[in-house]
């Protein structure tokens, strides 16, 4: 049994290697194209290649200024991408129990899903000033986005699930962590996966406009005003391996912490018979069983 257990792994690591040089292959290939497209621009306030975003990246790793500005950020929009989460998720929990807070909430999170960020800084700047600004406009993006997932995954429990939970007598934590977190773990990756990205690019937009000090955005804004398009691109960098670390991070924390998808999800089967938004309102007859 262990020969044929290294025969199978043998067998995939030219598959496994196959991959990881197609990876290799297509990043080379968009490195090339923008090497390529600098050079033809010609003109490095408008465009630099890699080689230059790279050297701009190396200088500014040399200065402490640098993981100061990276570390202030990083506290801030991490921290509005879990005062987000949080909020989304115990937001739809209720919406889940409660009929009447899903149709109340429902035009909350519309507005927060429509109105654009730039709306949001500008109320904020007056309001609160630039200091906690990239931490609520992350918070803001992410919320609607964890709330949808997490009210979509609860709804496609199968009820005939907690019906037999319920008959048999299963605690509520018994539940929580047989059935509804399982179930719950396919939409919160999703969620995840489009979150992160958008609670980097918001907050670095609002560390643009609003300045603060020590901050990735502030950074980025004098380098703008000197004309420094490889510090610039710089930063950018780092923003992408910022968000990507931080997805990669938090996915992995997920698998680990929750087990697979519970048997007998019914949110495909759901959302093909209803094809309803869910935001809106529903039934409240099975909601009551988690609480």
């Known amino acids: 049994m262990k020969k044929d257990r290294i025969d199978g792994e043998k067998k995939k690591s030219p598959g496994k290697a196959l991959k990881v040089l197609a990876r290799v292959a297509i990043v080379a290939f968009w490195l090339g194209l923008w090497q390529i497209v600098s050079m033809l621009v010609n ?109 979509e995954g609860l709804d496609g429990v199968d009820a005939r699930l907690l019906e037999v939970a319920s008959v048999f007598g299963m605690k509520k934590s018994k539940r929580v962590r047989l059935i509804y977190l399982p179930a719950l773990r396919r ?58 670390c931080m997805e990669k991070l938090f996915l992995w924390l997920l698998r680990r912490l929750i087990p697979g998808r519970a048997p007998g999800n019914a949110s495909e089967k759901k959302e093909s018979e209803a094809g309803s938004d869910p935001v809106g309102p529903s039934g409240e007859g099975r909601h009551e069983t988690i609480g």
């Open 43 to 151: 003109n490095p306030v408008v465009l630099v290649g890699p080689y230059e975003t790279c050297r701009a990246l190396w200088e500014l790793a040399r200065e402490g200024e640098f993981y100061l500005s990276v570390g202030s950020s990083v506290l801030r929009i991490v921290s509005g991408f879990l005062l987000g989460s949080l909020l989304g998720v115990a937001f739809a929990v209720l919406s889940y129990l409660r009929g009447w807070f899903r149709a109340f909430i429902r035009p909350f999170v519309s507005a927060v899903k429509a109105v654009p960020v730039v709306s949001f800084v500008i109320l904020i700047l007056v309001g609160f000033g630039s200091r906690v600004l990239s931490l609520v406009i992350s918070a803001t993006v992410v919320f609607p986005l964890v709330y949808i997932q997490t009210l």
């Open 187 to 244: 939409h919160w990756t999703a969620a995840l996966k489009t979150a992160v990205g958008m609670s980097w690019k918001s907050g670095a937009a609002a560390e643009v406009i609003g300045q603060p000090l020590h901050s990735i955005g502030n950074e980025m804004y004098r380098s703008k005003i000197f004309l420094e398009t490889s510090h610039i691109l710089a930063w950018t960098v780092v923003i992408v391996l910022l968000s990507f």
